[in-house]
């Protein structure tokens, strides 16, 4: 009998990713937001939200909550929120 060993690893391809720049101010920024449909994250996001809005100056929040948390966020969401000039992503449990 013979023991073979799987490699997960997988090698590169294509080009690196890139984080954003980051934003010079949040002040007159759009933020989107989604939800991952679990309990605790809109309580999160709603205080977020206003320390947001009241602290650094954003002008609009806009949030979407994914139909199962156990599932990607579905495109036509995503393309809701691709104007945005930030995104966050969260969990609530």
Do not use: H
């Not at 991952?36 to 947001?52: M, V």
């Not at 909550?65 to 000039?85: N, W």
């Amino acid at each position: 009998m013979s023991l073979r060993v799987l490699d997960p690893r997988q090698s590169a391809q294509g080009e690196a990713l890139r984080m954003a720049p980051p934003l010079k101010s949040l002040n007159g920024a759009v933020i989107g937001m989604i939800d991952n449909a679990k309990i605790g994250t809109a309580r999160l996001f709603d205080f977020i939200e206003e320390t947001l809005r009241k602290d650094y100056g954003v002008r609009e929040v806009i949030r979407r909550r994914k139909p199962d948390a156990t599932k990607p966020v579905p495109t036509p969401m995503l393309m809701e929120l691709a104007g945005v000039d930030a995104l966050l992503s969260a969990i609530g449990d």
